[in-house]
């Protein structure tokens, strides 16, 4: 429950990532931008996938500072557990939650699907696919869609052009392909810090891009736009932090309708502190 004279604030906690990780800061921006425009601030969380992070994250939940929840990162069943269990209004963002949970779940493997599609229709046919832990659902999802566009377009799959790296590396797989002489033309990444240090590693070795290699990525961070040249990357528009705002709103003024749990907004105050107005 809000004080009357406090903003109503929101919550995005970004589990087991580094706080400044590029691809949820723009998510964070967006979202906070968003919640602006309803009348919400917004809460940064980072906590790490471990028990301190947990409890961290425990206590935050339940010290109902925030009116919701926005929950991105590397979700595992703990966090999930310890978020659904709480019983706050919670959405989990972009990752692949398990079924029943509020979650906005991008469609990763079509994501991919296109990318790999974009390079095809330039001719390519040796793409590299760059990937973080290949344990990771998202991962593997993106690596379905790499698999499904190149046997659409009848191309055999080559297992040597399937590189993964647990740091998200864009940089050590390249250097590795080097080592290994695996020749390609194209390379699709799962994420723009993979693009990013491949991009380079590349520049560093005189390799010209796109002249020589061409780069494409999956998601959106401010790399994008400072690197040089700027990374073609596909991405989910920002409409999609918007519709997530919505839904948390949603969800916070149906709790308000079922339990009466108040939150200010600039529709009321105090008699006696009103203003008056001249037409």
């Known amino acids: 429950?809000?004080?009357?004279?406090?903003?109503?604030?929101?919550?995005?906690?970004?589990?087991?990532?580094?706080?400044?990780?590029?691809?949820y800061?723009?998510?964070?921006?967006?979202?906070?931008?968003?919640?602006?425009?309803?009348?919400?601030?917004?809460?940064?969380?980072n906590v790490q996938a471990d028990a301190e992070g947990l409890e961290k994250m425990r206590k935050a939940v339940l010290s109902k500072e925030a009116e919701?929840?926005?929950?991105?990162?590397?979700?595992?069943?703990?966090?999930?557990?310890?978020?659904?269990?709480?019983?706050?209004?919670?959405?989990?963002?972009?990752g692949i939650p398990r079924e029943g949970t509020n979650s906005i779940v991008m469609d990763h493997e079509k994501g991919a699907y296109e990318a790999v599609k974009y390079l095809l229709s330039f001719g390519h046919k040796r793409i590299?696919?760059?990937?973080?832990?290949?344990?990771?659902?998202?991962?593997?999802?993106?690596?379905?869609?790499?698999?499904?566009?190149?046997?659409e377009a009848g191309i055999p799959l080559d297992k040597s052009l399937v590189q993964a790296s647990?740091?998200?590396?864009?940089?050590?797989?390249?250097?590795r392909m080097n080592v290994l002489d695996i020749g390609y033309t194209a390379v699709f990444s799962v994420n723009t810090v993979i693009q990013f240090g491949a991009l380079q590693w590349l520049k560093e070795h005189g390799v010209q891009v796109p002249g020589e290699v061409s780069l494409v990525g999956y998601g959106f961070s401010e790399l994008a736009k400072l690197s040089k040249p700027p990374l073609t990357t596909f991405y989910v528009a920002p409409a999609s932090r918007e519709l997530a705002v919505n839904r948390m709103?949603?969800?916070?003024?149906?709790?308000?309708?079922?339990?009466?749990?108040?939150?200010?907004?600039?529709?009321?105050?105090?008699h006696g502190r009103t203003r008056s107005f001249k037409c």
Request: charged share 25%; glycine share 8%.
């Open 68 to 94: 919701g929840y926005f929950v991105t990162g590397d979700l595992d069943d703990k966090a999930i557990d310890l978020i659904t269990e709480a019983k706050v209004p919670y959405l989990f963002y972009g």
């Open 166 to 175: 647990s740091g998200e590396d864009g940089y050590e797989l390249c250097a």
């Open 249 to 270: 709103i949603e969800m916070i003024r149906d709790l308000f309708n079922r339990d009466g749990v108040l939150s200010r907004r600039d529709s009321c105050r105090e």
């Open 25 to 45: 800061m723009y998510d964070l921006a967006t979202i906070e931008q968003a919640a602006s425009r309803h009348h919400f601030s917004l809460l940064f969380l």
């Open 1 to 23: 429950m809000s004080r009357p004279d406090v903003t109503p604030k929101l919550c995005f906690i970004l589990y087991g990532r580094a706080p400044d990780d590029p691809r």
């Open 128 to 151: 590299a696919f760059f990937s973080g832990n290949l344990n990771i659902p998202i991962h593997q999802k993106n690596l379905n869609g790499y698999y499904r566009a190149l046997e």
